[in-house]
C-alpha cells in the first residue's frame, strides 16, 4: 500500500535500495563491473516490453545514471508489435506510475508473423521484433541496447539449445548486433527471475500481460517445456540452475568433441578439423 503523495515509481526505487539491494542491485552492478556493459560515452536504450523484466531494467538504470561517476546517456524505448487496446493501456498507465519516460513505436509484427506461419510462428515474429527493434535503435544513434534477459533465461536458453537445437550455446552479458553497429547488453544476467517476480508483486506492479497466444501458455513452447523441467529437477537439486549457469562459464576445451567460432570451424581435442 502507497503512502500518501508517494508515487509507485519512487516505492519502487526506494526498494532496490533496501529490500532487494542484495538479490537484485548488488547483481545489477556486478554484472555491469564484470563485463564493461556500461562505458564512458554510451549512448543507451533500454528496450520496454512492458513486462516484469523490462520495467525492473528501467528502475534499475534510473538509480545507476544517478551516480555522478559515470558518464552515459540512457533513454527507454518501446516497439508495439500488435498488443490489445486493453494491454496498451496497462502498459502506459505502468510507466506513468512508475515514472519511466519511455518513447513507443508501432510495427505490426505479429500481423505479419501469424499471416506467413499461422502453426508456428515464433521463429519468425523473433526475428522480426528483433530486426525492427535494431534498426530504430540504430536509427536513433545508440551504440547499445540493454534487454532484460536474466539468470534463468540464460539457463533455459542453455538447455533448449543443448536439447532441440543439439549444440552447446546461450545468451550473453554483452554482444555485437548482426549490423556490428551496436552491442546488446544483458545487465539482469545474474538476477533471478524468482526475485524479479517479488520485486513486482511486492511494489504492486502489475506487468502487462504478453498478449500472445503461443507465449500466454494457449499453446506450449519449448521454454515453457525447460522451465517445468528445470522446477522438477529442483525439487531434488535446489542448485541445480546455478550448477548450469556455473558450468557455461567453465567449459574445458580439452574435454569436448568439436567447437566452432562463429562461423568459423576449429581443430577439435584430437587434432582433426570439425566437420
Same mark, same amino acid.
Given at each position: 500500500?502507497?503512502?500518501?503523495?508517494?508515487?509507485?515509481?519512487?516505492?519502487?526505487?526506494?526498494?532496490?535500495?533496501?529490500?532487494?539491494?542484495?538479490?537484485?542491485?548488488?547483481?545489477?552492478?556486478?554484472?555491469?563491473?564484470?563485463?564493461?556493459?556500461?562505458?564512458?560515452?554510451?549512448?543507451?536504450?533500454?528496450?520496454?516490453?512492458?513486462?516484469?523484466?523490462?520495467?525492473?531494467?528501467?528502475?534499475?538504470?534510473?538509480?545507476?545514471?544517478?551516480?555522478?561517476?559515470?558518464?552515459?546517456?540512457?533513454?527507454?524505448?518501446?516497439?508495439?508489435?500488435?498488443?490489445?487496446?486493453?494491454?496498451?493501456?496497462?502498459?502506459?498507465?505502468?510507466?506513468?506510475?512508475?515514472?519511466?519516460?519511455?518513447?513507443?513505436?508501432?510495427?505490426?509484427?505479429?500481423?505479419?508473423a501469424?499471416?506467413?506461419d499461422?502453426?508456428?510462428p515464433?521463429?519468425?515474429?523473433?526475428?522480426?521484433?528483433?530486426?525492427?527493434?535494431?534498426?530504430?535503435?540504430?536509427?536513433?544513434?545508440?551504440?547499445?541496447?540493454?534487454?532484460?534477459h536474466?539468470?534463468?533465461?540464460?539457463?533455459?536458453?542453455?538447455?533448449? *539449445?543443448?536439447?532441440? $537445437?543439439?549444440?552447446?550455446?546461450?545468451? !550473453?552479458?554483452?554482444? +555485437?548486433?548482426? @549490423?556490428?553497429?551496436? &552491442?546488446?547488453?544483458?545487465?539482469?544476467?545474474?538476477?533471478?527471475?524468482?526475485?524479479?517476480?517479488?520485486?513486482?508483486k511486492? *511494489?504492486?506492479?502489475? $506487468?502487462?500481460?504478453?498478449?500472445?497466444? !503461443?507465449?500466454?501458455? +494457449?499453446?506450449? @513452447?519449448?521454454?515453457? &517445456?525447460?522451465?517445468?523441467?528445470?522446477?522438477?529437477?529442483?525439487?531434488?537439486?535446489?542448485?541445480?540452475?546455478?550448477?548450469?549457469?556455473?558450468?557455461?562459464?567453465?567449459?574445458?576445451?580439452?574435454?569436448?568433441?568439436?567447437?566452432?567460432?562463429?562461423?568459423?570451424?576449429?581443430?577439435?581435442?584430437?587434432?582433426?578439423?570439425?566437420?
Open positions: 500500500m502507497r503512502e500518501e503523495g508517494i508515487s509507485r515509481g519512487a516505492i519502487a526505487t526506494e526498494s532496490l535500495r533496501k529490500t532487494y539491494r542484495k538479490k537484485i542491485w548488488t547483481k545489477f552492478v556486478k554484472a555491469i563491473k564484470d563485463f564493461d556493459l556500461v562505458e564512458d560515452g554510451d549512448k543507451i536504450a533500454v528496450g520496454v516490453s512492458g513486462g516484469k523484466d523490462s520495467l525492473l531494467l528501467c528502475k534499475l538504470f534510473q538509480e545507476l545514471a544517478k551516480d555522478r561517476t559515470r558518464k552515459f546517456e540512457v533513454a527507454f524505448i518501446s516497439m508495439n508489435p500488435g498488443f490489445e487496446a486493453m494491454d496498451m493501456e496497462q502498459f502506459k498507465r505502468n510507466l506513468e506510475e512508475l515514472d519511466i519516460p519511455c518513447e513507443v513505436f508501432e510495427a505490426n509484427v505479429w500481423e505479419v501469424f499471416k506467413e499461422p502453426e508456428k515464433c521463429f519468425l515474429c523473433a526475428k522480426m521484433r528483433r530486426g525492427v527493434l535494431y534498426n530504430k535503435v540504430e536509427e536513433l544513434g545508440y551504440n547499445k541496447l540493454a534487454l532484460g536474466h539468470f534463468d533465461d540464460v539457463v533455459e536458453t542453455a538447455l533448449i *539449445n543443448q536439447f532441440y $537445437a543439439g549444440t552447446v550455446k546461450t545468451m !550473453i552479458p554483452k554482444v +555485437k548486433s548482426t @549490423s556490428g553497429k551496436m &552491442e546488446l547488453i544483458r545487465p539482469l544476467i545474474y538476477v533471478k527471475e524468482e526475485d524479479i517476480i517479488n520485486y513486482t511486492r *511494489n504492486g506492479i502489475v $506487468a502487462m500481460a504478453c498478449g500472445c497466444p !503461443i507465449e500466454s501458455g +494457449k499453446v506450449d @513452447s519449448k521454454r515453457r &517445456e525447460i522451465k517445468n523441467l528445470l522446477a522438477e529437477l529442483t525439487k531434488v537439486n535446489p542448485n541445480i540452475k546455478q550448477s548450469i549457469f556455473n558450468s557455461l562459464k567453465n567449459i574445458n576445451l580439452d574435454y569436448v568433441m568439436g567447437y566452432t567460432r562463429g562461423n568459423k570451424r576449429d581443430v577439435a581435442k584430437d587434432g582433426n578439423e570439425n566437420k
